[in-house]
């Protein structure tokens, strides 16, 4: 609620935000590697991170939010990535002759194992969608707390 | 269990028709939003199954049906980009009118029902 | 290979145009030309599935039945062919014209991926996925130009068709509880068997979520703002290529899912088509302004395409197609002439009028002859009373709209618009003149896409 100037928002909320912004991506990142095994997935894990974000921008405000966390100004950059290289990875294996959203290694074949998480295309997938979850999400809010309005996404 | 998804899905979509008749476009938007909501749960509802996640099961023991949750996981993401995107659009609608009311959004189709009008005379001298 | 290629071209290149600035030139014509290549490639696809039938690839590699289905035949490729071409040209005509907003072409191109995918699926809920892509483009399309009416279009456009989602979704659990699949044609199957009652409603919501799309009598209300509020470009893109939806839904869903229940309310929808007809022509007459009056005339025109499915039948089937195609050039070709001015632009728009109200040499003339001879099959008297009536009433408001535009002194019009874009509209208006003067290959392809619809065709 607004205590004081409406450009400075409560001194909690701003901690906060900067306190939530490190195990936020720690859980997003736990999401993607359990998806495959348990709940979770690269969707969810976007939103958790752009969730996060959002709080931010609600703390700091636009400029300042972006001052604060250059990356909010790549957000476009991160989509449009995020949704290339999901495409790819669904549409690779037309290069080797097989079915789109075919994986690598297939059915059967071994797998590279990092502790618990395991190493073949669909991971790859789920980070282009969280990576594109973020990306958009961050466009909508750099618009949403912007003082222009041209420009929808 | 089915009734109690029943329900949840009839007050989502009671409480969204509501707000879809307010003037406010912001509420508009959270009326669509809970309308959609209620879409998930029907779907939830329709498909419901207990067991295990359908990945090696032992024989003879239950699967949960993983079609409905993949759909309604679809249907999450879909309602989530366009929730973003009416938001948005609300977002230029405020900056271009200066108003999120939806009643001086028409303001400007009775002035163009109006220079019809004015054309529809401008026919009538024509033909005379 | 070539299904998954076409509709790999325009999804990924649209994602990376979003975020190149539109306003330049070269990324229009980069736009333009990758619509090209897709529409060089589902040519190729087309040539396919006519010399060796329909195509399919499961996603994955998976067991039919597991993964999801990708489903190239005859209606499919023919309805994703006249989509992108409609794409193509209003593009090219607004990159003429000078693009305004830095989004445009790569929108463009994530709508000719959305569309190509749900016209090239065989699966009900990829079809709502692709649908939705094709959708959310379509929204964003909608406010281009960021004027008032425009914003004011695109807020109505989306509130109403999100809803008409929202219909279409509660219809596919319907369709996934009483049949356990979503495969089209496994679901064509199984229909016949569950519970009627449950079956009428499953199919009622997929009709009223295909009408909301097409602007059909009782479901009409949103259009006429929307078409007449968008910038022209865009009223071609919603009119022909976006409109398609509903038509290829209801001509897909109809005859292959619910053959059954589309005997049943046949006569129903036949009345529904007419009412459509009857209320768009004459609103059309009433009304003044050009955009509005074009507006009105596509619920008209869309009335043809349910009467031509409600009596059904090769002969129903086939009209209703050919009537489709004909109507997204025609729409096409009307909502691009209204918008320039100058020499060349009032023939190409006489051309126009002239299909929408079926003379001969122009293209609308083969979608009547189809629609009167499903008229005279089925031996019904009133119902070539209202073709003939409808067709009538289409030549009085195309006249007063080309009088109106075109007649009266030039005060409002300004000076010519430049000469490609005058070009690119006469180019749109011989093609729709070619398919009426040489109208083979459309009957052909329409007729193999009705029998493709048929009980009893393989895939």
Redesign the interface.
């Known amino acids: 609620m607004s205590s004081g100037e409406p450009d400075r928002p409560d001194v909690i909320i701003r901690v906060i935000a900067r306190m939530l912004l490190g195990p936020t991506l720690m859980v997003a990142a736990a999401l993607v590697a359990k998806g495959y095994a348990e709940v979770g997935d690269g969707f969810g894990a976007g939103v958790a991170v752009a969730l996060a974000i959002a709080l931010t921008y609600v703390a700091l405000g636009g400029a300042r939010a972006e001052a604060a966390l250059p990356v909010l100004r790549h957000g476009p950059k991160l989509a449009v990535g995020g949704l290339l290289l999901a495409l790819a990875t669904g549409f690779f294996p037309l290069l080797l002759g097989e079915p789109p959203v075919s994986h690598r290694p297939a059915p059967g074949e071994h797998v590279v194992k990092v502790g618990t998480l395991e190493l073949f295309t669909p991971l790859v997938f789920d980070i282009g969608v969280f990576l594109l979850v973020v990306g958009v999400l961050i466009v909508l809010l750099h618009h949403l707390a912007g003082r222009d309005g041209r420009d929808g996404s | 269990m089915i009734l109690a998804f029943a329900l949840a899905a009839a007050v989502l979509f009671g409480s969204g028709a509501y707000l879809l008749l307010k003037r406010d476009l912001v509420r508009v938007v959270a009326g669509i939003m809970l309308i959609s909501q209620c879409a998930l749960v029907t779907i939830i509802g329709s498909g419901l199954t207990r067991g295990r996640a359908p990945i090696a099961v032992p024989a003879g023991q239950a699967v949960s049906d993983p079609l409905p949750q993949a759909l309604a996981l679809t249907a999450l993401v879909i309602g989530l980009a366009t929730v973003a995107l009416l938001l948005a659009l609300v977002h230029r609608v405020v900056m271009v009118f200066r108003t999120a009311e939806r009643d001086d959004l028409a303001a400007g189709e009775a002035e163009h029902e109006a220079g019809l009008e004015a054309q529809r005379q401008a026919d009538r001298e024509e033909a005379s | 290979?070539i299904l998954?290629?076409a509709l790999?071209v325009p999804?990924?290149t649209g994602?990376?145009l979003?975020?190149l600035d539109g306003r330049r030139r070269a990324v229009g014509w980069l736009a333009v030309a990758v619509l090209a290549a897709t529409f060089a490639l589902l040519a190729v696809l087309t040539a396919q599935v006519l010399a060796g039938g329909s195509q399919e690839?499961?996603?994955?590699?998976w067991p039919p039945g597991v993964?999801?289905v990708?489903h190239a035949d005859m209606l499919g490729v023919v309805f994703a062919l006249l989509s992108v071409l409609v794409l193509l040209a209003a593009t090219t005509h607004e990159v003429l014209a000078g693009i305004e907003?830095?989004?445009f072409p790569g929108l463009v191109l994530l709508l000719a991926g959305g569309l190509t995918g749900l016209f090239l699926t065989g699966d009900v809920?990829n079809f709502?996925?692709f649908f939705?892509l094709a959708m959310?483009a379509s929204?964003?399309l909608t406010?281009y130009g960021?004027g008032?009416?425009q914003?004011?279009a695109?807020?109505v456009f989306?509130?109403v068709n999100?809803?008409g989602s929202?219909i279409f979704?509660?219809s596919?659990?319907?369709t996934?509880?009483v049949t356990g699949t979503?495969a089209m044609l496994d679901v064509g199957e199984r229909m016949a068997v569950v519970d009627p009652n449950a079956a009428l409603l499953i199919a009622t919501g997929f009709f009223i979520a295909f009408s909301v799309k097409l602007g059909l009598f009782p479901f009409h209300f949103w259009l006429p703002?929307v078409y007449a509020g968008s910038s022209p470009a865009v009223a071609a893109i919603l009119s022909g290529a976006v409109a398609n939806i509903g038509a290829y839904g209801l001509l897909r869903f109809g005859p292959t899912m619910f053959p059954a229940q589309l005997r049943l309310v046949g006569a129903a929808i036949v009345v529904l088509g007419a009412v459509s007809l009857i209320y768009g022509a004459v609103l059309a007459v009433a009304?003044?302004?050009v955009a509005?009056s074009l507006a009105y005339s596509a619920i008209g025109q869309v009335g043809y395409v349910l009467v031509a499915l409600g009596v059904g039948g090769p002969v129903g089937l086939t009209a209703a197609v050919v009537y489709s195609v004909v109507n997204a050039l025609n729409k096409t070709l009307l909502f691009l002439a209204a918008g320039i001015r100058g020499p060349l632009v009032a023939g190409a728009f006489a051309v126009g009028a002239l299909s929408v109200a079926g003379v001969p040499p122009a293209a609308g003339f083969v979608g009547k002859l189809e629609m009167f001879r499903a008229g005279i099959v089925v031996g019904s008297v009133p119902l070539i009373v209202l073709l003939t009536l409808g067709s009538g009433l289409s030549l009085v408001y195309m006249f007063q709209m080309y009088q109106?535009a075109f007649w009266r002194a030039p005060a409002p019009a300004g000076p010519a618009s430049p000469l490609p874009l005058r070009l690119l509209t006469t180019a749109v208006a011989l093609l729709v003149l070619a398919a009426g003067v040489w109208p083979e290959p459309l009957l052909a392809a329409s007729g193999r896409a009705a029998e493709g619809l048929l009980p009893g065709a393989a895939g």
Not at chain 3, 57 to 61: A, L, Q, S
Request: proline fraction near 0%; charge should be positive; hydrophobic fraction near 55%.
């Open positions: 290979m998954s290629v790999l999804w990924a994602a990376v979003v975020a690839v499961v996603t994955g590699g993964g999801i990708l907003e830095r989004v809920f709502y996925v939705e959310t929204y964003v406010a960021g008032r009416r914003l004011r695109a807020m989306t509130a999100l809803l929202f979704l509660l596919v659990a319907g996934y509880r979503l703002t009304r003044g302004d509005e109106r």
